[in-house]
């Protein structure tokens, strides 16, 4: 199994504007469960039983956050040692996946275990399920890092989406438990394609969606890095030891040397795909067995929710999703998404909230986001 699991908390979320928002964006938010998607997240790390740390990195402005969600979710879990086993990196800008992996490998590896380092990457606003799968899926992913491997997680598609890259299947491996079809070698990956093409690698059958998760030894990805984006690993040489504070509630935050601060005004914004995986000739994928969906738009989100919440009054009204601070009223409409936050108002036709981006862009540009 994975020594630690690393979990990056560093996105806006824009897509779910205007409840995700620079202040407190999609990893805060919750869906009705009790958790938010950082804290599933983090329930999900624990739940691997790992030696090492869950090492969150997040922006600065959100350390506060993070910090409170971790706090929340040990108390209701019961699990103070939750507190212990967790530590905040807090990122003086963001810069994409890639420099945020190499900052923690390099502090992971800074503190000289016996065993190697190997880490679990997971976003921290993705839906996972159920957790038994996912274990599995992580027991055989972290055995395959062991092998010297860069690991994918390839989700098998559900619908032939354009709004994710994809991973073409390349040579199956075996495996250790003989089972056939779980993990294979990448032979390529693909960007978020047209309809067209995306129904065809649908069909072909060879192709899966990105999922974004990886499993790592820590030396492995660093000198997978040296190789292929020489400047990031160059940039991250040195910043092996941190300023570790203990907040106040007993959760470990890593305050911004000068060595770190100075590494993240050298390196370019740059995807773990971009950097390695595309060009290492050791990326392999495991096949997933559990849910996975990245929740990306209101129309994603919305299937998660039945009815209508007590605020709203749909009349001769069908299909719509309602999420507001006040109450609606909604007379002879379909399909609709109403999302009122934050003193903002969303209203989308269901199947084209993938525009909130580009709307959002404009309310940015006449100040009024």
């Known amino acids: 199994m994975c020594t630690d699991v690393l979990i990056l908390a560093g996105g806006s979320g824009e897509r779910l504007w205007p409840v995700s928002d ?3 964006p999609k990893q805060f938010m919750s869906l009705g469960d009790g958790d938010s998607f950082l804290q599933s997240a983090i329930r999900k790390a624990f739940s691997l039983g790992i030696s090492g740390n ?14 409170q969600d ?3 979710l040990s108390e209701r879990m019961k699990e103070p ?11 003086p800008r963001g810069r994409n996946t890639a420099p945020a992996i ?11 275990r016996s065993e190697p380092v190997n880490i679990l990457m997971m976003a921290s606003d993705h839906i996972i399920k159920p957790a038994d799968a996912f274990i599995s899926d992580a027991e055989l992913a972290s055995s395959l890092a062991n092998e010297g491997n860069l690991v994918t997680f390839s989700i098998p598609p559900a619908s032939p989406a354009t709004g994710y890259g994809y991973i073409k299947a390349g040579a199956q491996i075996s495996v250790a438990d003989g089972s056939s ?17 995306a129904r065809a690698w649908v069909e072909d059958g060879h192709y899966f969606w990105n999922s974004g998760l990886y499993a790592f030894r820590a030396d492995f990805f660093l000198s ?5 984006s020489p400047e990031i690993a160059k940039a991250f040489e040195n910043t092996g030891n941190g300023s570790i504070v203990e907040h106040a509630s007993g959760v470990g935050v890593m305050t911004v040397s000068p060595g770190i601060a100075e590494a993240y005004e050298q390196t370019p914004a740059v995807s773990i795909d971009y950097a390695v995986s595309e060009k290492s000739k050791k990326t392999v994928s495991v096949r997933a067995s559990f849910l996975w969906d990245d929740v990306g738009t209101w129309d994603s989100l919305a299937a998660y929710f039945d009815g209508y919440p007590e605020n709203a009054a749909p009349v001769d009204t069908r299909n719509c999703f309602v999420q507001s601070d006040i109450p609606v009223a909604l007379c002879g409409v379909d399909d609709l998404v109403v999302v009122i936050k934050n003193g903002k108002a969303l209203v989308a036709r269901r199947g084209e909230t993938n525009l909130v981006k580009d709307a959002l862009s404009i309310l940015k540009q006449k100040g009024l986001a």
């Open 81 to 91: 040692s939750l507190l212990a086993k967790t530590l905040v990196m807090s990122e």
């Open 224 to 228: 997978e890095l040296a190789e292929y």
């Open 70 to 72: 971790v706090l929340d």
């Open 181 to 197: 079809g779980r993990a294979f070698k990448v032979d390529s990956f693909k960007e978020k394609p047209d309809a067209a093409t």
């Open 102 to 112: 190499a900052w923690t490998a390099r502090y992971l590896l800074s503190l000289k």
């Open 54 to 67: 869950i090492c969150i990195v997040t922006r600065k402005d959100w350390t506060d956050l993070v910090v």
């Open 22 to 24: 620079a202040k407190k």
